[in-house]
């Protein structure tokens, strides 16, 4: 496996407004958009009344939030019907958040609202004007890794890396919440995280050994 | 998922008036959302009452006191559900994830919709989702459903851990709506399925649930929640037992027990309850008394193991709470 994917599950590289483009000529997202708005040049007046939500058709009056993400103050319209999680990959490209099931079931999603962890696949951004959340983007100082995030390097913590982002999420306040105390209970209080892949063992020795540095 | 107004009240009189008016109402969201993105739930108006005072979590005297907006994380994690109702909190942490006890409302707990597979399949038939349709999971894929308090028309267990909790230590809710403010058992919230598997609850249009009290007894401490499930966490009970217990030398004055998992909505066990009256702690008072629950099972074809295993569980609560598991 490669560690070096563009759309990096640890997060180094993306600037936290996502407006940035990558260090090394086209991602693989960036042709994958341009490929997308050709389509939908293509078929433009079906697709003109197409929302940024991939989730229904129609057009929706759009409401004005605030969001405090990792630190930026973000003034946004949003269509009730988008989710946090549409909110941060497509509205503000901070795609290090993944969508997995979209319906609360594998954690890939997570992320930190007002310090608390939840999947952003089951709330409605417009639920949350004035809100502050981190997600997988903002951890980094810079260069240097939150100590979460190097624990999965150390560890072996993930091998697709899907399921990645959510993980260290949900870690960073499993070890907050004070949860992380042993092996079993850091696997009963991380269980709202699926890896398909079974990293489970790294990723409890990450955990741990995460929480034994904070 | 399908477009809809939304709006957010500061006050309750407006939150009722609005869903007086139509609109269902908001909380975690966490059944809701993620229904009406499949197009189960097809409401054209919300109204999100997060803003509302009433995540408060007190003690007034014995009593346990939760405000409906209170997250299920926060009343788990609380110093006075711990002192007051252990059981309360342990039921709390075996449902859902850490990320969804985060988000979930208790009042949304008690009112989430059931996770029978059919009902979430549009081309299947459901009488919960489209009543007269007919019944996909009678004959269908039906290990998971339930052997009491079913009928012809819904076999559909009720999903929430907490509630079997409440309904076990006799719980009361408080509600107001357009016409006012009224109090009931918490068990008087749910509906058999009946010919009329749609309507799941006792509430009347417009009803806000404000507040759930959990009685003080002397059973309290002694209380325990196991949950049998396919995998060690975040699952849902395949079958699952609350149980209480008020214990005088070595032998029962009083017992409570509900079980979830197994009936159409959390199941108290009355007759289970009085065997145990006066009965000595022990294996074979356990499970005399728990061989009454079954009175009136009706096991679907894929889910005669619960007969077996609802008595098992009830048998292992009791001896978790009795300190001779």
Not at chain 2, 29 to 58: Q, S
Not at chain 2, 68 to 88: C, F, G, N, Y
Not at chain 2, 223 to 235: C, H, N, P
Request: charged content about 20%; overall charge neutral.
């Amino acid at each position: 496996m490669t560690k070096s994917n563009h759309d990096a599950p640890l997060g180094k590289g993306r600037s936290s407004s996502g407006d940035e483009e990558p260090q090394r000529g086209l991602s693989r997202r960036s042709i994958l958009q341009m490929a997308g708005g050709a389509a939908s040049l293509a078929a433009a007046p079906a697709a003109a009344a197409q929302p940024a939500s991939s989730d229904g058709p129609a057009t929706a009056p759009t409401t004005r939030i605030r969001l405090v993400v990792n630190g930026s103050a973000r003034e946004l319209e949003v269509d009730p019907r988008q989710s946090v999680l549409d909110v941060l990959r497509e509205t503000l490209d901070l795609t290090g958040t993944k969508k997995g099931c979209n319906q609360g079931a594998c954690g890939a999603c997570t992320v930190l609202i007002n310090g608390r962890r939840v999947t952003s696949c089951l709330t409605l951004a417009v639920m949350h004007d004035g809100a502050e959340i981190t997600t997988i983007e903002g951890l980094a100082r810079g260069d240097e890794l939150h100590p979460l995030q190097a624990a999965f390097i150390e560890h072996d913590g993930f091998q697709c890396g899907f399921c990645t982002p959510g993980q260290i999420m949900s870690g960073v306040a499993c070890i907050a919440e004070g949860h992380a105390t042993s092996p079993e209970q850091i696997q009963f209080w991380m269980s709202g995280n699926i890896c398909r892949c079974a990293a489970y063992p790294g990723i409890v020795a990450a955990v741990a050994d995460a929480a034994g540095r904070t | 998922m399908l477009p809809f107004s939304f709006e957010k009240v500061r006050t309750e009189q407006d939150a009722i008036r609005a869903a007086a008016a139509g609109a269902r109402y908001i909380a975690g969201g966490t059944t809701l959302i993620d229904l009406m993105r499949d197009e189960v739930e097809r409401p054209e108006r919300l109204v999100d009452i997060n803003a509302l005072p009433m995540t408060d979590i007190r003690a007034d005297g014995a009593d346990l006191v939760i405000g409906a907006l209170a997250r299920m994380s926060d009343v788990a994690a609380h110093p006075e559900t711990k002192r007051l109702q252990p059981l309360i909190a342990e039921s709390l942490i075996e449902g859902a994830s850490p990320q969804l006890r985060n988000m979930a409302s208790m009042g949304g707990n008690l009112l989430q919709r059931v996770r029978c597979p059919y009902f979430r399949m549009l081309d299947a038939a459901c009488n919960k989702r489209d009543p007269g349709s007919g019944c996909s999971a009678i004959d269908g894929l039906n290990a998971g459903h339930a052997i009491l308090g079913t009928s012809d028309h819904c076999v559909a267990t009720h999903p929430s851990d907490v509630a079997v909790a409440l309904v076990a230590l006799g719980a009361a809710m408080r509600v107001r709506g357009p016409n006012g403010e009224r109090t009931f058992p918490v068990e008087e919230l749910f509906r058999l399925p009946g010919d009329t598997p749609h309507l799941e609850h006792t509430l009347r249009p417009g009803e806000l649930i404000v507040e759930i009290r959990v009685p003080g007894g002397p059973y309290a401490r002694q209380a325990r929640y196991l949950k049998v499930r396919d995998r060690a966490s975040y699952e849902f009970a395949l079958v699952s037992a609350a149980v209480a217990l008020e214990l005088e030398g070595g032998s029962i004055r009083q017992a409570r027990v509900a079980v979830g998992g197994v009936g159409t909505r959390p199941w108290r066990m009355r007759a289970v309850e009085e065997a145990l009256r006066g009965k000595p702690v022990g294996r074979d008072a356990f499970a005399e008394a728990a061989h009454l629950a079954l009175e009136g099972t009706r096991p679907l074809s894929h889910n005669h193991y619960k007969v077996e295993l609802l008595p098992r569980t009830i048998v292992r609560a009791l001896e978790m709470a009795g300190g001779t598991a």
